[in-house]
């Protein structure tokens, strides 16, 4: 894309782009903040000419506030369990107890297993996230991040969604921060600031009734901020919500960043349809009433929505991810010319996406996640969760040719059959010592 670029003076000349464009990207560049719901919206809704000028605008704002180093993490997600008391319209991961039975639950042991494993190949971080459990205990919750710790100290434990902290801190009784003060003595490290979809109850009502409110949300992330927990921040969009909610999704996060700078990261997710329920002929939502949902982003929509997010949240978030899992490595490379500086992390395993109809695998190694970044003539960086810089690979042809002949290269690249080594989502429904059945609590102890 860049080379086909047309400088940002002459498109912002255009009769084409509009005032209202112009002046939001000479303010941002020169400094200022985009702060007003309608600019966003118009951000979002631009033509063909304004969207190029935004890209540009995104790239260079990119480059004055993080510059080329193109960051991730070697890290691996571990889903423990796809039973589900909750029913959201977009995921075709999770299953009903009374109704499937291809219901897991990992035992703990199973859990630190695949924690050592990651370790031992140079993860520095797991991501643990998963279904809610029928009669779960909260302070399993505990159990699995302290079992994690005391046998790999150094992993960051990256876990729990809101809606995760709140359905433990319910079933314990207790207020969100003393139970999130319980958590961090146990070994968590940060939170994913996932179940956040679009932050308004309209939306939320429609596509995932029952899901956590907008307040609870909220509450969650400036509790953990408050007690010095980092979180990451997400946005899944191309479903039932207009660009005004995207508009108003954004700024909401621009907000709750000034007032607490807990958000090491945005992360915007665009909506896999393939497999998830309310994008299937005759799904109802609340009320039996249907649901009309889009199939996902298009592509455009996809780079500009990244684009903008640089734009608004750039000064307060530094860090823009984009998701090789839900845009592919091709895609994410034209989105990190639009704005984006990280590629998110190797996951080794990754079942929500795939359940859901994405194409792009479970894991992408490091000198993969390098190669696509020196395609772009920036400088690959290994980073920990919370974006300190662990390995800088600057241009150094010795080292590349050690790396292509596999001398120098990390233990996950090095890793054949990936998916017999690591399992699969496909595998581990039908995995008979995994199943979920009524003894499943005694696993968590
Ligand atoms: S998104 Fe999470 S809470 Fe909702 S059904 Fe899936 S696993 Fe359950």
């Avoid at 994913?192 to 009502?205: C, F, H, M, Q, W």
Wanted: net charge neutral.
């Amino acid at each position: 894309m860049a080379g086909a670029r047309r400088g940002l003076e002459s498109l912002l000349r255009l009769p084409s782009v509009s005032s209202t464009v112009k002046n939001a990207l000479d303010s941002v560049l020169s400094g200022g903040i985009i702060s007003s719901p309608e600019v966003v919206d118009r951000l979002l809704n631009a033509g063909p000419d304004e969207y190029e000028a935004i890209c540009v605008a995104a790239d260079e704002l990119r480059k004055a506030q993080v510059g080329d180093a193109v960051s991730f993490v070697v890290n691996r997600n571990i889903n423990f369990t796809n039973v589900c008391v909750k029913r959201c319209g977009f995921c075709a991961f999770s299953r009903d107890a009374k109704k499937s039975d291809e219901g897991y639950v990992l035992p703990i042991k199973e859990v630190v297993r695949r924690a050592s494993e990651a370790k031992a190949l140079g993860a520095t971080e797991v991501c643990i996230q998963a279904g809610l459990l029928p009669h779960m205990d909260g302070v399993k919750y505990l159990h699995l991040v302290a079992a994690i710790k005391e046998a790999e100290p150094s992993l960051h434990i990256h876990a729990y969604s809101p809606e995760e902290i709140l359905y433990g801190s319910k079933l314990m009784d207790l207020p969100v921060s003393e139970y999130l003060k319980h958590m961090k003595g146990a070994g968590l490290g940060s939170l994913p600031g996932t179940s956040a979809e679009i932050l308004d109850k309209e939306v939320r009502n429609l596509i995932s009734p029952g899901r956590i409110s907008v307040d609870n949300w909220l509450e969650v992330i400036r509790t953990a901020h408050g007690l010095g927990i980092p979180t990451t921040s997400t946005m899944m969009y191309g479903h039932a919500e207009k660009m005004s909610h995207v508009a108003r999704h954004l700024l909401l996060l621009q907000q709750t960043q000034r007032e607490t700078q807990g958000f090491t990261e945005f992360v915007p997710l665009s909506f896999v349809s393939e497999h998830a329920p309310m994008a299937q002929p005759g799904f109802r939502g609340p009320r039996a009433k249907p649901v009309t949902v889009r199939k996902g982003p298009s592509r455009v929509e996809r780079i500009l929505v990244h684009a903008v997010s640089r734009l608004v949240l750039g000064r307060f978030i530094p860090n823009l991810q984009v998701s090789w899992v839900k845009e592919g490595l091709e895609d994410a490379k034209s989105i990190l010319e639009c704005g984006a500086n990280d590629l998110g992390g190797t996951l080794m395993n990754e079942s929500i996406s795939t359940a859901a109809g994405s194409r792009f695998g479970q894991l992408q190694t490091p000198s993969q996640l390098k190669a696509a970044i020196r395609e772009l003539r920036r400088v690959p960086v290994e980073r920990s969760t919370t974006y300190r810089v662990l390995r800088r690979f600057d241009v150094d042809p010795a080292a590349d040719e050690r790396e292509a002949t596999g001398a120098a290269q990390s233990p996950l690249d090095q890793v054949q059959d990936h998916d017999e080594r690591f399992g699969s989502y496909a595998t581990l429904i039908h995995d008979e010592r995994f199943k979920y059945d009524n003894d499943f609590s005694t696993r968590l102890t």
